[in-house]
T-cell receptor, first 114, second 108 residues
Framework: DSGVTQTPKHLITATGQRVTLRCSPRSGDLSVYWYQQSLDQGLQFLIQYYNGEERAKGNILERFSAQQFPDLHSELNLSSLELGDSALYFC?????????????FGPGTRLTVL | DAKTTQPNSMESNEEEPVHLPCNHSTISGTDYIHWYRQLPSQGPEYVIHGLTSNVNNRMASLAIAEDRKSSTLILHRATLRDAAVYYCILNTGNQFYFGTGTSLTVIP
């Protein structure tokens, strides 16, 4: 158990819909990262927040957005969903924001878009 | 372009050592090398990391080439629970760059 929690574990929805994935970091970790893992793309970094502020952006689509709240939990919002958005979404957290920022990953949310 | 390259798959016999190689020829002086593993249906799990010197912990050892363009993760005695996908990652600044990983099969 990494100490990072993610909800829900599974999510099934239809194309065009909007969903919200939630992540609670390890106690004391200020930095939160979101990743997408699909079969054909591997693990792709989406976005990073540190203490409520966006710090880095990766391959995140404009239809996706995230935020980190004052209690440090984070939410990833996915809108206008397409079939290709079906994937595992992982949240990770770390104490440090700069290398070596060892990240601890949650169990993931499996999103299926029908 | 991937910053790390690893073999797609490897096999090992149970209770034997395993050496998982990784090439990272474009590594810069401040990039850390991390290794994570991912068991089926789980999130990636931290294994070890290093900068220049070889590193040991209770899970594994990390051997880093003198020019830092390659590294090797060493599992001293493979068990069935070590069957996973092993990722070699460059930690640049605040980002992780995952490779495609090596799927390790442990044969009883």
């Amino acid at each position: 158990d990494s100490g990072v929690t993610q909800t829900p574990k599974h999510l099934i929805t239809a194309t065009g819909q909007r969903v919200t994935l939630r992540c609670s970091p390890r106690s004391g970790d200020l930095s939160v990262y979101w990743y997408q893992q699909s079969l054909d793309q591997g693990l792709q970094f989406l976005i990073q927040y540190y203490n409520g502020e966006e710090r880095a952006k990766g391959n995140i689509l404009e239809r996706f957005s995230a935020q980190q709240f004052p209690d440090l939990h984070s939410e990833l919002n996915l809108s206008s969903l397409e079939l290709g958005d079906s994937a595992l979404y992982f949240c990770a957290s770390s104490v440090k924001v700069w290398a070596p920022n060892t990240q601890y990953f949650g169990p993931g949310t499996r999103l299926t878009v029908l | 372009d991937a910053k790390t390259t690893q073999p797609n798959s490897m096999e090992s016999n149970e209770e034997e050592p395993v050496h998982l190689p990784c090439n990272h020829s474009t590594i810069s002086g401040t990039d850390y090398i991390h290794w994570y593993r991912q068991l089926p249906s789980q999130g990636p799990e931290y294994v070890i990391h290093g900068l220049t010197s070889n590193v040991n912990n209770r899970m594994a050892s990390l051997a880093i080439a003198e020019d830092r363009k390659s590294s090797t993760l060493i599992l001293h005695r493979a068990t069935l629970r070590d069957a996973a996908v092993y990722y070699c990652i460059l930690n640049t600044g605040n980002q992780f760059y995952f490779g495609t990983g090596t799927s390790l099969t442990v044969i009883p």
